[in-house]
């Protein structure tokens, strides 16, 4: 099996930074895109961030500017630093790998998720 285990969450001041990672491991042979989402109770989980194996990435409009993804694919580890932090970037962030395991099966995986608290 595949975990992906998130970590670096916390509370923040409003204006501060953050770096959010996340680290697959299990039976992995490669990750494809990787993605960094977000979600409040009672709304639906939205995309944050993402990133191609090649390094190619899309952020939400929300984000832009202010937010980086990054990946090091020779730890299965993907980044999300997040700078000049607003209240409402208060959230459970979610990692998302499309990993191919050693059995050459393609999965969507998930983190269980990290806690951002930005106060104002």
């Known amino acids: 099996q595949v975990q992906l285990v998130e970590s670096g969450g916390g509370l923040v001041q409003a204006g501060g930074s953050l770096r959010l990672s996340c680290a697959a491991s299990?039976?992995?042979?490669?990750?494809?895109?990787m993605g960094w989402y977000r979600q409040v109770p009672g709304k639906e989980r939205e995309l944050v961030a993402s990133?191609?194996?090649?390094?190619?990435?899309n952020y939400a409009d929300s984000v832009k500017g202010r937010f980086t993804i990054s990946r090091d694919n020779a730890k299965n580890t993907v980044y999300l630093q997040m700078n000049s932090l607003k209240p409402e970037d208060t959230a459970v962030y979610y990692c998302?790998?499309?990993?191919?395991?050693?059995?050459?099966?393609?999965?969507?995986?998930w983190g269980r998720g990290t806690q951002v608290l930005v106060s104002s």
């Open positions: 998302n790998g499309n990993v191919v395991n050693t059995a050459r099966t393609t999965i969507d995986c």
């Open positions: 299990g039976s992995i042979f490669t990750i494809n895109g």
């Open positions: 990133i191609t194996r090649g390094g190619s990435t």
